[in-house]
């Protein structure tokens, strides 16, 4: 490869041995570094003085000293050359990228809706390598290195587009031994004896008392938990019952390990967001993901 001018082309591999060498002060440590016989680098300086009619360096005993003409070359030749490395670092992070894929989500959605299905999106995208991001906090776009975001909410956060992709009914659920050992199934206002486990969302067992008919906010004499993933292993555990949110349970309901006792249910205030960035279009890989999951919640029990 070289770097065309009006009347010569000069050679990159001789660039890149004049800017060693003027960097290292040697001949030997520019060889070294650039994995080339001292020659070599020899021949590459003498190309250039000879296409320029220069002198470049000053040889003093086993070291070499730039004259003023090769200074004057040196610091644009340094400038170039690290503006094309800038470059073609950013071009090989930008292929690398193109098959990474950062997804955040909360740890309950990651645990319960996410990781059963991880095997379905990675066997139809083997190539691409995602990255789960679970955590409560609200991720900033424009600091955390994150392409799609499902939340959790009303669809409206600050510089960012939304999409709802599902929502979900709340229904009373607990253990089977739970269930059978409180005969619970055909008065709800039983429920207002026994405890009653909740998440930080606790106002919604009023909306389903509510909608039971039955008056009054019950007493939430159960324990409270922060995180819904804990939240239905408690449930199923035969700690109390907890409201559960249909996309989270919809596993648990089939495997057995939790039962839902009543026939109530009430649809949730909030609901499940694809979220973006309000700027540019999606990558591919983005798109891929998007796609998937609009396909899963269409299929789970969280479909609106």
Known sequence: ??????????????????????????????ARELGLTQSAISRHVRALEDSFAVKLFDRRGRGIMLTPPGEAYF?????GLRLIRAASHEMQMRRRHANRLVVSLLPSVAALWLAPRL??????????????????SLIDFDLDEVDVSIRYGLGKWEGTRSERIATEYLTPVCSPDFARH?????????LLRLPLLSDDLADDWAQWFEAAGIEGSPALAGPRLNDS????????????????????IERALRGGQLVTPFEIRVPATFAYWLVLPDRGEPAP??????????????AGLGTS
């Open 1 to 30: 490869m070289s770097l065309d001018h009006d009347r010569f082309k000069v050679p990159l591999a001789s660039l890149r041995a004049f800017e060693a060498a003027g960097r290292l002060g040697s001949f030997t440590a520019a």
């Open 75 to 79: 610091r644009p030749v340094t400038e």
């Open 119 to 136: 095997a379905d999106f990675t066997a139809r995208h083997p190539n691409l390598e995602l990255h789960v991001h679970a955590s409560r």
């Open 182 to 190: 409180h005969r619970l199934g055909e008065d709800p206002t039983i």
């Open 229 to 248: 993933t804990s939240l239905y292993h408690a449930a199923a555990s035969g700690l109390g019952v907890a409201l559960g949110r249909s996309l989270l």
């Open 285 to 298: 890989a983005t798109r891929l993901f998007m796609q998937w999951a609009r396909e899963q919640m269409l």
